[in-house]
């Protein structure tokens, strides 16, 4: 069964504190992105990337970067964790089938 | 600017009716649209798709509509289920060459709420 997988579920960080979020994907896919979900905004992507070590910046990309060294894995990084980044985090994979998400990580910045 | 639009932010329905999500787009570019479903706590999974050369796809207990001339599509569910309580998202892009979805555009998302 396809497969993305977050690394954690929830975590709870202290203000600007430097947080990894990762991301590993098993259907050898090329596209990977990360986004953010908050109530009343929906989906917003923070970034993407098409290859290794290739990234884009999405709509939000303030306060965060991202990491692809392998073509599994896709990490976002925030530098120095604010009270405004506490939310739901979703990773997601694609190709020409279509788009795989995890289960989110549910961040919460103190 | 929000290019694609759900302006109904929650909707409450009877078990056994019809459920019907609405999505406004204002990209004519746009060419390939989905709905998504989430539940609290788990990432969004794919409910059911259309393409802008169809007007109509169905799925079971699903399906979506496409209005191209007033870039409008719209999602039905019947009969609703308790089951089908969720988030559901509008999603719009356009297919690349070689037919691979680009970035997905959100809307912000409808709650529905089946009430039994």
């Known amino acids: 069964d396809v497969k993305v997988t977050q690394s954690s579920r929830y975590l709870v960080k202290r203000t600007g504190e430097k947080v990894f979020l990762e991301c590993v994907q098993d259907?050898?896919?090329?596209?990977m992105f990360w986004y953010r979900q908050d109530p009343g905004l929906g989906l917003r992507l923070i970034y993407f990337?098409?290859?290794?070590?290739?990234?884009e910046k999405g709509d939000i990309p303030e306060g965060y970067s991202v990491s692809r060294e392998k073509k599994e894995r896709f990490s976002l990084i925030l530098e120095s964790a604010s009270t405004n980044q506490t939310s739901m985090y979703l990773c997601?994979?694609?190709?020409?089938?279509?788009?795989?998400f995890g289960s989110g990580t549910r961040l919460t910045v103190v | 600017d929000q290019q694609v639009k759900q302006n109904s932010p929650s909707l409450s329905v009877q078990e056994g009716r019809i459920s019907i999500l609405n999505c406004d787009y204002t990209?004519?570019?746009?060419?390939?649209f989905l709905w998504y479903k989430k539940y609290p706590a788990e990432g969004p999974t794919f409910l059911i798709s259309?393409?802008?050369?169809?007007d109509k796809n169905e799925d079971g207990r699903f399906t979506v509509f496409l209005n191209k001339s007033a870039k409008h599509l719209s999602l039905h569910i019947v009969p609703s289920q308790p089951g089908d309580s969720a988030v559901y998202f509008c999603?719009?892009?356009?297919?690349?060459?070689?037919?691979?979805?680009?970035?997905?555009?959100f809307g912000k998302g409808t709650k529905l709420s089946v009430k039994p």
């Open positions: 997601a994979s694609s190709d020409t089938s279509g788009y795989t």
């Open positions: 259907m050898d896919h090329e596209n």
């Open positions: 990337s098409y290859d290794v070590k290739m990234k």
């Open positions: 990209n004519s570019m746009f060419d390939y």
């Open positions: 259309i393409s802008s050369i169809k």
């Open positions: 999603a719009a892009s356009r297919l690349n060459y070689g037919g691979s979805q680009g970035n997905l555009i």
